[in-house]
C-alpha cells in the first residue's frame, strides 16, 4: 500500500484526484468511508475527480455516466464498462491505497 494522502484532506462527498504511484487514482470520503477508484472514466477517459459525488456514486462531468464507488460499475449510460476499484486503508490520519491490486 500506498500513502495516498491525509485523511484531513478529504472533504465528505468532494472528489480528490492523486497519483499513486503511477496510477491516477480518485479518492472519495464518505462519512468514515473512503473510497479509491481510477481517476478514468471508461466511456470518455475523462478524469472523474472532476465531477461531483451523487447518491448514485461519482457522476462523470461530460457525459452524466455515474459509477459505484464500492464496485465501479455503472449505473448510467453512456459508460458501460467499470472503472477500477482499489483497497483502502486510512491509519490515523493516512490514507493508503493498493494500486497494483482491484477489488472489482
Known sequence: M????AL?????KKPLAVEVGDVAVVLVREGDEV??????CSHASLSLSEGEV??????CWLHGSCFDL???QPSSPPATEPVDVYAV???GDDVYVDPT????
Do not use: Q
Not at 491490486?101 to 472489482?104: D, K, P, Q
Open 2 to 5: 500506498i500513502r495516498a494522502c
Open 8 to 12: 484531513s484532506e478529504l472533504d465528505d
Open 35 to 40: 473510497h479509491a477508484l481510477r481517476d478514468e
Open 54 to 59: 451523487t447518491r448514485k456514486g461519482i457522476e
Open 70 to 72: 464500492r464496485t465501479g
Open 89 to 91: 486503508r486510512v491509519d
Open 101 to 104: 491490486t482491484t477489488l472489482n
